[in-house]
């Protein structure tokens, strides 16, 4: 009851609500209502009181629990259990540390992350109740030759979600998302499984939500933005993290009903920042020059370079726009 209350207080806005409509609205008794605003009260929330006018929400806590996104989402919405961590080294190794056991969908979310980390083993700066930190655990009967294909189902998740707010947003091949030349978001896939099949993946996103310019570490200012910075005001967290849950289950279940990742990966073609554009191939110690071609039906790029079209796996290589 707790979240449909924050969900009515929620779409009341500035405006009063009155016990005695909760109470009507939810079917339950006045004093059930109040005891749940004190509940609310002594968790951080906000709530003005004023007789014969009732109760309006004023301000919530910053945080990504449960109970902050539940109002957010939609009340038919289905996903395995939220794991919510004020702090945690890295939401992908506390996913891999349950995943074994916990049911598909199952989400681990935190407010800091002390050891976060991208591909090839790079940190991912990680302050605190300024950005998004969300692995999910995913079990899907496939081959394990297409789970690199999930980071950019995530990549076209994370695009639908920001876009409304970053018009100019572009997706980098294949687990970066830009906006004038600069990283807002990164994805980490990560697996366990055989030859044989898959066990589980997990697929870690981290999103700049709110970060200041004064938060990055010199060395990430030239390279790294925020949505706060590109959008000029901040956001809410608990908003966008509830709209990227409900874009994520839903290009998964698209995934898992059509056997196609072709609805992620046309958003991935539409948005890429580098097809038709000059590049650098970063192949172990060597850099190729080339010019992105296409993302083909299996996620790889299609690159032309001086040895013809080459496919490269987002496994293999590491791509920069040449300058």
């Not at 919530?60 to 996903?79: E, G, I, N, R, V």
């Amino acid at each position: 009851m707790k979240s449909k209350i924050l969900a009515l207080l929620l779409d009341a806005g500035s405006s009063y609500l009155s016990g005695e409509a909760m109470s009507e609205t939810l079917g339950v008794s006045r004093a059930a209502v109040w005891k749940v605003i004190r509940q609310l009260r002594e968790e951080g929330y906000e709530i003005e009181a004023v007789p014969r006018m009732g109760y309006r929400l004023v301000s919530q806590p910053d945080q990504l629990s449960p109970d902050c996104l539940a109002p957010y989402l939609p009340a038919d919405f289905q996903l395995g259990s939220i794991h919510y961590f004020a702090s945690t080294p890295s939401t992908n190794t506390e996913a891999k540390a349950i995943a074994w056991d916990a049911p598909e969908g199952t989400a681990v979310i935190a407010d800091e992350q002390t050891q976060g980390r991208g591909r090839r083993g790079r940190s991912w700066h990680s302050p605190a109740n300024k950005n998004i930190y969300i692995s999910l655990i995913l079990k899907p009967d496939i081959p394990i030759q297409q789970v690199p294909m999930f980071t950019q189902m995530a990549a076209a998740a994370v695009w639908e979600t920001l876009s409304q707010e970053l018009p100019g947003l572009k997706i980098k091949w294949p687990n970066d998302l830009m906006i004038n030349g600069k990283k807002v978001c990164g994805i980490l896939t990560e697996m366990s499984g055989e030859m044989t099949g898959l066990h589980y993946l997990v697929i870690g996103i981290g999103i700049n939500v709110n970060t200041e310019s004064s938060d990055f570490p010199k060395d990430l200012r030239d390279i790294a933005s925020s949505l706060r910075l590109e959008a000029g005001k901040p956001l809410s967290r608990q908003k966008l993290a509830a709209q990227l849950l409900v874009s994520l289950n839903d290009h998964y279940r698209s995934v898992i009903e059509s056997g196609s990742f072709e609805r992620a990966l046309a958003v991935c073609r539409a948005q890429s920042n580098l097809l038709g554009t000059a590049i650098n191939i970063h192949d172990r110690d060597q850099i190729r020059p080339g010019k992105a071609v296409e993302i083909d039906q299996n996620g790889f790029l299609v690159v032309e370079t001086e040895k013809g079209l080459e496919r490269l796996s987002s496994g293999e290589v590491s791509i920069r726009k040449a300058k």
